[in-house]
Each structure stands twice: as structure tokens, then as C-alpha cells.
């Protein structure tokens, strides 16, 4: 359904670092800039889904949008937990420590952070399976 999506940043080489972090955990590669002030992970232009980050074009400050949330898609309830890490370790802040969420179902694993501009980001196990990815404590 999505092609890409693109949030605005005031601080390009901070939030490339976090985005850099959290997405190697997921196994997401950055792509190679087709044009400067950019950076983007995920598929190739036209090929699948990806996320990208920059300036705004209007040139005034980005600004995080109240209720947005961004969504992304693990393997394990292990990356889940990887990924909140990764985040907190590169200037993120917890927003829902990792675990299972009963009021979205009994096997729906997730952990929410913000990343150093403040956007929240969700890292989601589902369908989670305890008996094959046994939580670790934290």
C-alpha cells in the first residue's frame, strides 16, 4: 500500500545515527542517496517500502506530529528487544518497554520509543510465539 514515507529533522546526522542503529537491527539497509540532505532505508526507489528522512522543503523547523506514529515490523520478540536498545542507546527515550500488550491480543509483542527528534516509533512481534522466543529480562 505505502511506497515511502519521509519525516522532517532539524539535526540530519543525529537522527541518521539512531535510524542507522534501530534499522540494522532489522535487518533494513540504508540506500544510497539519489540526491543530498537525505537519508532513506528500506527498498530502492519503486521497489518496495521505505523510510526516509530530511529538512522540511518549506525550509521551517520540523516538528513532531501529535498522535503520529511510525510502525515497524520484527522477526522476533529478541529484535523487538534488540530494537528498543539500539534506540535507547542512540539518543531515543522509552515510550513502552518491550513486551506483550493484552488489550491488542494475547500474541501481539511490542516495544515504543521516541527517537532524538521526538517521533514515536513501535516495533512489533506479531504473531508472537513464547515457545519459540522466550523473553529475555531487561
Not at 537522527?15 to 527498498?43: C, H, K, N, Q, S
Request: hydrophobic share 35%; proline share 9%.
Amino acid at each position: 500500500m505505502l511506497m515511502y514515507t519521509t519525516i522532517g529533522t532539524n539535526h540530519l546526522d543525529r537522527m541518521t545515527a539512531f535510524y542507522d542503529a534501530i534499522f540494522d537491527v532489522l535487518g533494513v539497509p540504508r540506500i544510497p542517496l539519489w540526491t543530498e540532505g537525505w537519508a532513506t532505508w528500506g527498498e530502492p526507489f519503486g521497489e518496495g517500502f521505505s523510510f526516509c528522512i530530511c529538512p522540511p522543503f518549506n525550509h521551517k523547523p520540523a516538528t513532531v506530529g501529535n498522535g503520529t506514529m511510525f510502525s515497524f515490523k520484527a522477526s522476533s520478540a529478541q529484535e523487538v528487544r534488540k530494537f528498543h536498545a539500539a534506540g535507547l542507546r542512540h539518543g531515543g527515550s522509552d515510550e513502552g518497554k518491550p513486551g506483550i500488550r493484552e488489550m491488542y491480543g494475547p500474541d501481539f509483542y511490542v516495544a515504543y520509543l521516541r527517537d532524538p527528534d521526538g517521533h514515536k516509533l513501535a516495533c512489533v512481534c506479531y504473531p508472537f510465539h513464547p515457545e519459540k522466543d522466550k523473553p529475555a529480562q531487561q
